[in-house]
């Protein structure tokens, strides 16, 4: 059973750097695409970019500016970094694995989530 | 606002069935993208229900099926249980976007 674990700081101040890691555990991160996915307080989910084991990446337009995902195959990890944040940067992040098929793609494996909330 | 459309809420009594639908554009449903749905249940990771639009993973129970039509995808709820109450979502790719998309999200209550 794939599993993936959040972690990371509980809070973050405006204008700083929100820093996550997400550890996959019982597959190897050499395969399949990796995501990261938000939800703000009362509102839907948003996707923030993914990450292949090469390092190849894809992000959200509307964060692509301040966002960077990055891979560490040694441990079997990757991380999402999201620069100059606001009190709208404030939701649930989840990451997961984003399976890639012919029409689209999806995600079949989710981790908990981590709530990070941003304030001084 | 999400790009994909769904009623914030439905609700049936338990044994009835529900319809959750989801609205998209030439974008995204619409271009012929597949559509997918995620159950959020409260204190639990979102969870695969339905994948390319009609396919249940391993383990997903038979009342739960989906489809689609056009600009717009449905999921279907049959002999709804207490379980099932929780968040369901809709999910698709934007070819605008060159990324995924999801619909805002419906609560299901059983009454």
């Known amino acids: 059973q794939v599993q993936l674990l959040e972690s990371g700081p509980g809070l973050v101040k405006p204008s700083e750097t929100l820093s996550l890691t997400c550890t996959v555990s019982?597959?190897?991160?050499?395969?399949?695409?990796w995501s990261w996915i938000r939800q703000p307080p009362g509102k839907g989910l948003e996707w923030i970019g993914y990450i292949d084991y090469r390092g190849s990446t894809n992000y959200n337009p509307s964060l692509k500016s301040r966002v960077t995902i990055s891979i560490d195959t040694s441990k079997n990890q990757f991380s999402l970094k999201l620069n100059s944040v606001t009190a709208a940067d404030t939701a649930v992040y989840y990451c997961a694995r984003e399976i890639v098929v012919a029409d689209g793609v999806y995600f079949d494996y989710w981790g908990q989530g981590t709530l990070v909330p941003v304030s001084s | 606002q999400s790009v994909l459309t769904q009623p914030p809420s439905v609700s049936g009594a338990p044994g009835q069935g529900v319809t959750i639908s989801c609205t998209g554009s030439s974008s995204n449903i619409g271009a012929g993208y597949d559509v997918h749905w995620y159950q959020h249940l409260p204190g639990t990771a979102p969870k695969l229900l339905i994948y390319?639009?009609?396919n249940r993973p391993s383990g997903v129970p038979d009342r739960f099926s989906g489809s689609k039509s056009g600009t717009s995808a449905s999921l279907a709820i049959t002999g709804l249980q207490a379980e099932d109450e929780g968040d369901y979502y809709c999910q698709s790719y934007d070819s605008s976007l060159s990324g995924s998309v999801f619909g805002g999200g419906t609560k299901l209550t059983v009454l």
């Open positions: 390319g639009n009609n």
């Open positions: 019982d597959v190897s991160i050499y395969t399949y695409y």
